[in-house]
């Protein structure tokens, strides 16, 4: 697959990710009961495959984290996502810890994107 095909794919991946994500943060927070188990199994495979394109991303341009600063940030505002994504889907003691949470993970999202736009780990500044 091109360099094209493959960054079309992450960014898709990325967009379903992000959609998916309010989606479930905004029924966790409105009624955690409310999940069906398809929504607690189709994040894994959708995210998944959202890394997947772009460790291969990462391999075609030949740019690596702890290498490549801009590469660095995405990782770790990765990470931060993931985990304010879990204490806005399963783990918040609150409503209101969990909207602020998926609040955070959203913003922490942005700023992925703009790092990844921009390459830099400024991201939109």
Known sequence: MTYSLVKAIHQALALVTILFFVWRASRAVLNPASLPRWARIAPHVIDTLLLAAGLWLM??????????????????GLLLYIGLGTIAIKRGRSTRGRALAALGAVLVFIYIVGVAIYKTPWSWL
Do not use: M
Not at 63 to 72: A, I, N, R, S, V
């Open 59 to 76: 391999l075609l341009i030949h740019q690596y984290p702890f290498k490549d600063g801009w590469l660095t940030a995405k990782l770790l």
